[in-house]
């Protein structure tokens, strides 16, 4: 991943830049949000689609905790040749079992359905299963949005790392959270 073009140009995809008013100034992000039911924000959807968009051309983007794909389809919206795997099991915010069905719906609205490889498993199975893969492509960039409890923060950073690009991107939703917060605290701690 090309992280000193994302560095330098991320800014000037939004208006607003550093105030609590930051909003893209591409409005796809949102049309897309009024398509399908998300728990993400445009502003977010944009940083992930500029991060993709720096990705090397052998890299892939991986995302843990995909609901019904909104950061996914943010993601890989107009890059056409970017595969995607995708981490799921539902076990948070499904109750009536749907959103496995509603993803993969959502990834066919908008024309991803065959850049995504989506495992509906745990995210530790994942990354174990992907060792056997023989693939020299490698995770550019790569958002978690799985448990948010301290040991899954941990693991979900820890069992990427082999994974990723020598400059790969690594995003963590809800980074406000204590629990999250001491989690990769304590994986920068141990992978400075």
């Known amino acids: 991943m090309d992280y000193q073009k994302f560095i330098e140009t991320l800014p000037?995809?939004?208006?607003?830049?550093?105030q609590k008013s930051v909003r893209p100034k591409s409005n796809q992000f949102?049309?897309?949000l009024e398509q399908i039911k998300g728990m993400?924000?445009?502003?977010v959807m944009q940083l992930l689609n500029f991060a993709v968009e720096c990705m090397e051309p052998n890299e892939i983007y991986c995302e843990v905790g995909c609901f019904q794909g909104s950061t996914l389809i943010g993601s890989l919206l107009k890059h056409q040749d970017t595969m995607a795997y995708a981490v799921d099991n539902f076990s948070e915010f499904d109750p009536s079992g749907e959103n496995i069905e509603k993803l993969a719906v959502n990834l066919a609205k908008f024309g991803l359905d065959e850049q995504v490889s989506f495992c509906d498993q745990d995210f530790e199975e994942f990354f174990f299963s992907?060792?056997?893969f023989d693939t020299e492509d490698k995770i550019g960039v790569y958002l978690y949005d799985g448990a948010h409890d301290y040991r899954s923060q941990l693991l979900g950073l820890l069992l990427v790392k082999p994974f990723l690009a020598e400059q790969a991107l690594i995003i963590v939703d809800d980074s406000n959270w204590s629990a999250v917060q001491q989690a990769n605290w304590d994986f920068i701690a141990a992978h400075p």
Do not use: C, S
């Open 12 to 18: 000037d995809l939004y208006y607003d830049w550093g």
């Open 30 to 32: 949102q049309q897309v």
């Open 40 to 43: 993400t924000t445009a502003n």
């Open 130 to 132: 992907l060792r056997d």
